[in-house]
């Protein structure tokens, strides 16, 4: 972090007394920013909702440079501050390459397949995130992505057998050229994070996002070139100019 309004300078001939006019091109900001060079191998994630479901991430890889920032910003008067954290636009960052096999299992039953993504960039992306005034996480989302090749391999990461292939995709703002699109915003439509209790006793991990408040939802923009098969089935291009999320609510039993 840097503190602006020093008026002394360290230099080889010691302390330097800085003029007014240097003075006012200095600047000071809160934050972090960094830069990753992403070399991640991690054996296993699983995710239980209720005891009988299991989502699996198994054998994960993760290649490639990442670039983030993260900022404190204040809230309203009175209100609390604001958790920022983005993902800038940025020149000579090496996309990501993520592998893993990726196993649902429900009822007794599984289903499995290795999934992996080539030359991912999200790039243009945000994520807030404050204290709720009813309690929970109230956030914002912002998304920008792009991904060369998407891979669904049921027979391994290595066998073209029966694979989709999806190339092509990104997703930005169908409003505004090179932006990307807000699914949820802090001040007009913001997301919910909560772990309400229900009439049994029980919490219940609920995500959502609100109606929108003075202004209609902001809309998005889906490009996929490509969605092939091993078998030679092409099913060519496909798009979605304009798409929005008027409200979500999701609740995991």
Not at 21 to 33: A, C, F, H, T, W
Not at 58 to 68: D, H, K, W, Y
Not at 124 to 145: C, E, H, I, M, R
């Amino acid at each position: 972090m840097l503190l602006a309004g020093c008026s002394l300078v360290a230099n080889a001939a010691g302390l330097k007394v800085l003029s007014e006019e240097d003075l006012s091109k200095e600047v000071g900001r809160d934050g972090i920013s960094f830069a990753t060079a992403v070399n991640m191998d991690i054996g296993s994630y699983v995710f239980t909702p209720y005891d009988a479901a299991a989502l699996r991430h198994e054998n994960i890889t993760v290649r490639g440079t990442f670039l983030s920032e993260f900022d404190v910003f204040q809230g309203s008067p009175g209100g609390p501050d604001i958790g920022t954290w983005s993902i800038p636009e940025a020149n000579n960052i090496s996309p990501l390459q993520i592998e893993y096999d990726l196993v649902v299992s429900a009822n007794g039953r599984s289903l499995g397949t290795a999934v992996t993504y080539k030359d991912f960039s999200p790039k243009g992306s945000a994520f807030q995130f404050t204290t709720g005034p009813s309690g929970g996480v109230d956030l914002g989302w912002t998304t920008k992505l792009s991904i060369g090749q998407l891979l669904f391999s049921p027979n391994g990461r290595k066998s073209t057998d029966g694979q989709m292939a999806i190339n092509g995709i990104s997703v930005e703002s169908s409003e505004v050229a090179g932006a990307g699109w807000v699914i949820a915003d802090l001040k007009t439509q913001s997301g919910k994070f909560r772990l309400p209790v229900d009439s049994s006793g029980e919490s219940r991990l609920n995500l959502g996002v609100d109606w929108p408040v003075g202004a209609d939802a902001r809309t998005g923009k889906l490009t996929i070139n490509e969605v092939a098969f091993s078998n030679g089935t092409n099913l060519g291009s496909s798009s979605i100019g304009s798409m929005q999320i008027q409200y979500m609510n999701i609740k995991f039993r």
